[in-house]
């Protein structure tokens, strides 16, 4: 029988069609005692890759992207992040449902990490 860890690891190898309004970074500010997620607008080209909707080129999932954020959500809780995103935001961010739940997972797994401090990496 699978542990869970074991599960997790192969259901993130997963095809997953992208959220055509956009993606999150989520990290952790300790000196700040909040999770943090930057949110950056793209497009989806015919082939299903993220595109910069500035020049049009494929944004990288294994190097670093250097691009301005559209806009940062910081909260205290994972709760707290998920109104700030979803409920309080009157342009909803999300429009798949798959895009919802991941980003309840990672910022739960964000706020475990900060108050149990340990590393938090998003998956």
């Not at 959220?19 to 607008?41: E, V």
């Not at 299903?48 to 190097?63: H, K, M, Q, T, Y």
């Amino acid at each position: 029988m699978k542990t869970i860890k074991q599960l997790d690891e192969k259901l993130s190898k997963r095809y997953i069609s992208l959220d055509p309004k956009g993606y999150f970074i989520i990290y952790i500010d300790r000196n700040q005692n909040l999770i943090c997620a930057k949110y950056f607008t793209n497009i989806i080209n015919d082939k299903g890759l993220a595109v910069d909707p500035e020049n049009g080129e494929v944004i990288s999932v294994r190097n670093k992207v250097t691009r301005s954020a559209n806009q940062i959500f910081t909260a205290r809780s994972a709760k707290e992040l998920c109104i700030k995103i979803i409920e309080n935001n009157d342009n909803c961010l999300i429009t798949m449902l798959d895009h919802a739940a991941y980003l309840g997972r990672e910022f739960m797994k964000a706020e475990i990490a900060l108050t149990q401090e340990i590393e938090y990496i998003q998956d």
